[in-house]
């Protein structure tokens, strides 16, 4: 018989993991979610095999459980399977960004001999839902698994067996540790990247210009703040404790700046920006991090009716997704400048080729 798996909220993380599971397994996959439309595009995309009707009846019969909603709604989740007792014989598992809460909650598996697993694929996008879901979204991510202590070896490798498909590279680290690095590296950056747009837009009031010249690189370094607002009011509720702490060493930090930039110092300036270019020079560059990477392809057009148009119905002719599209300088008659960027090197090249056999000149900066 089919192996069962019982996906809890059908978005994008949930059904990229689908996707992935399919590609390597034969099971039947059953959604659920409370958003009618989702659940049902799931379905319609062949994401999911069917829609659950019975919920209780799905966790009794899964083989794996995946809670793939907000973190908040995870949680709750955890009750309900608690609630079916010993009967439930699933290998459960989250996506969710952060740990601490969601592995206190699951304890309460434990007591009915039912493994919980903590999972956090380390990619994603600012999309969200089935339609932006994608076999390969976690090739070559990290995956952090966290586990209790007491947690069978053989759980931890049956879990990764399910999830092979994703081709990610999996890490095991302990809950804490999870929490902290995941606040640093993503949590944290993206508390900065929402207050430095909120004080662009708050500085806006007192030049028109601000607007205009926050396109281009200011954008690309606030990009996370684009991604879904409830789904981060749920991850800062969650890392609280991890991210007051980075908030009180952060401002000690910018009372170092605040210091340099009154003292106007040339050699003290020269040194603190060498520290992060240093530091920032030596952080691996081929690797996928916490936050994902975009592969962006320039592409120089001529201002002509149509030719954002043409340009994307030849990626769409070649199946390559893009996840953004921008001019960067188009006037009348004037070559202008495309940008689009890509969730893989792979679609970037591909989308290259296409463009190239089509004569457009295309450049990676
Ligand atoms: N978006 C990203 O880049 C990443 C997100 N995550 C985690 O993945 C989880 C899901 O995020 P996404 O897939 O990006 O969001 P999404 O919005 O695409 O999907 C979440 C789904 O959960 C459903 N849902 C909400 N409440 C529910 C409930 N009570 N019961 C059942 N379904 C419910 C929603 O209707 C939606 O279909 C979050 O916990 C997030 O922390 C992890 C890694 C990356
Ligand atoms: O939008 C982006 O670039 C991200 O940073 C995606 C992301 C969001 C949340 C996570 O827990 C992990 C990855």
């Given at each position: ?5 019982l ?31 989702n ?14 009707s ?14 793939a ?79 209790y ?27 804490d ?15 900065i ?57 952060w ?54 009716p ?14 390559i ?45």
């Amino acid at each position: 018989m089919k192996k069962r798996v019982l996906l809890i909220g059908t978005g994008l993380i949930g059904c990229s993991l689908a996707l992935a599971i399919k590609k390597e397994h034969e099971a039947v996959i059953i959604g659920h979610d409370i958003s009618e439309k989702n659940l049902a595009d799931a379905k319609r995309l062949n994401i999911i095999d069917q829609a659950s009707s019975n919920i209780k009846e799905e966790v009794i019969s899964a083989d794996l459980i995946i809670l793939a909603a907000p973190v908040d709604q995870s949680e709750a989740w955890l009750e309900v399977i608690a609630g079916c007792g010993e009967a439930v014989k699933a290998l459960v598992t989250d996506v969710g960004s952060t740990k601490g809460r969601i592995m206190e909650s699951a304890k309460i598996l434990q007591e009915n001999g039912v493994t919980f697993i903590g999972g956090h694929p380390m990619a994603g996008s600012h999309k969200t839902g089935p339609e932006s879901a994608k076999a390969h979204l976690f090739e070559n991510a990290f995956y952090m698994l966290t586990c209790y202590p007491e947690t069978p070896s053989e759980k931890t490798e049956q879990l990764k067996n399910w999830l092979k498909g994703t081709k990610a590279k999996f890490i095991e680290i302990d809950i804490d540790g999870h929490d902290w690095v995941t606040g640093v590296v993503s949590h944290f950056p993206h508390l900065i990247a929402a207050s430095l747009v909120r004080q662009a837009e708050n500085q806006s009031v007192r030049h028109p210009l601000v607007s205009e010249l926050a396109a281009g690189g200011f954008r690309d370094i606030t990009r996370i703040a684009s991604s879904s607002p409830a789904m981060w009011r749920d991850i800062t509720k969650h890392n609280r404790e991890t991210l007051l702490q980075l908030l009180k060493s952060w401002r000690k930090e910018m009372d170092v700046v605040e210091q340099l930039v009154e003292n106007g110092e040339g050699e003290e300036l020269l040194q603190y920006f060498s520290g992060a270019k240093r530091f920032r020079d030596s952080l691996p560059v081929r690797s996928k991090g916490a936050i994902t990477s975009y592969y962006d392809l320039y592409i120089d057009v001529i201002d002509q009716p149509g030719v954002i148009s043409n340009v994307t119905a030849l990626l769409a002719d070649h199946h390559i997704s893009i996840t953004n599209i921008q001019i960067i300088e188009m006037r009348e008659d004037v070559y202008g400048v495309l940008r689009i960027s890509f969730q893989s090197s792979e679609d970037r090249d591909k989308a290259s080729d296409a463009l190239q056999s089509e004569n457009y000149h295309t450049y990676v900066v």
